[in-house]
């Protein structure tokens, strides 16, 4: 019931937000146009009276306490980074006001991915949020196993709703939920998805061969991306993150660089000791790949997915 009343939706309507949403970012002064992209980023504030945290969270969760569109810029935009797609904070939960916010404040810098009840007419919400220039949704197993977390009915209605929409699934998920992607992936082929973080591989310091293959499995899949980002949390956790290389590496062979994007997942690229630069430069100054590679990884493949 809930993609059939999605589809009952007002067509003409998302088509325009969507052409609004492109001319927003092809607005852009020539200097941001130019700009690279950072493909993951959360933000948040301390005014948390007028945009309350979940219940499950107090401010204390909130490490650091304040990460504004304007504390990222000093990180950012030294190294000409000019856009960012946002990724809904869990301190709102399900709550995207602030995200929506920033985007309406920023208009043509920031793209969102938002975090929505699967349990609640999500092909309509979802629809209603990409007229605000949200072109993902954020999912993740929590306490679920992998036989599980994509079996729901709410989530079979997002990814055909994803599907129809061209929106994506932004996966925050382990290795060992590779799989249960890959079902997915066959059973709705045209559904945009997205990989986050390498699907984590080596956050426990061990970059293993078999969760590395099983990532590249997925690039049968034409329309899934892979963001290789958050280095602070992978590998050896410190820069300038040389020993991620040869998963980098794996990863172009399999999706090629039209189908990966770098990303830092900020503020937490720029906490404990880590500076956003270096994560940047491990793309950017890297000798194995070409101008065009770059601009691949750096800019364009997130364009595509979260700008057009």
Request: aromatic content about 10%.
């Amino acid at each position: 019931m809930f993609v059939k009343f999605a589809d009952q939706l007002n067509r003409r309507e998302f088509t325009k937000a969507s052409a609004l949403a492109a001319v927003a970012a092809s607005s852009l002064p020539a200097a941001a146009a130019k700009g690279y992209v950072d493909a993951h980023v959360h933000v948040w504030t301390p005014d948390t009276d007028r945009y309350p945290l979940h219940p499950s969270f107090s401010k204390a969760d909130m490490q650091p306490p304040s990460f504004t569109p304007e504390q990222l810029f000093s990180h950012c935009h030294p190294v000409n980074v000019n856009r960012i797609v946002l990724i809904q904070m869990s301190f709102y939960r399900f709550d995207n006001s602030y995200m929506l916010d920033m985007m309406a404040k920023h208009p043509g810098v920031f793209s969102g991915v938002a975090v929505i009840d699967e349990n609640a007419r999500p092909a309509r919400e979802m629809v209603r949020l990409a007229r605000q220039g949200v072109r993902g949704f954020r999912i993740r197993p929590h306490d679920q196993t992998p036989d599980q977390w994509l079996e729901g009915d709410g989530m079979h209605a997002m990814w055909k709703a994803g599907g129809k929409h061209g929106l994506a699934m932004c996966h925050l998920i382990d290795a060992k939920f590779l799989g249960s992607v890959d079902k997915m992936c066959e059973r709705y082929p045209d559904t945009p998805v997205v990989i986050d973080h390498f699907a984590r591989i080596g956050v426990d310091g061990q970059i293993r061969e078999s969760d590395v293959a099983s990532l590249c499995k997925l690039a049968k899949h034409k329309n899934v991306t892979v963001k290789i980002s958050a280095y602070y949390a992978l590998g050896k956790k410190k820069a300038p993150y040389h020993d991620l290389v040869p998963m980098i590496k794996s990863c172009i062979d399999a999706y090629g660089v039209e189908r990966l994007m770098w990303a830092s997942d900020g503020p937490f690229q720029v906490v404990d000791g880590h500076e956003y630069a270096p994560s940047f430069n491990l793309i950017k100054e890297a000798d194995f790949l070409s101008a065009g590679d770059k601009d691949w990884l750096l800019r364009r493949t997130a364009e595509s997915v979260f700008y057009s």
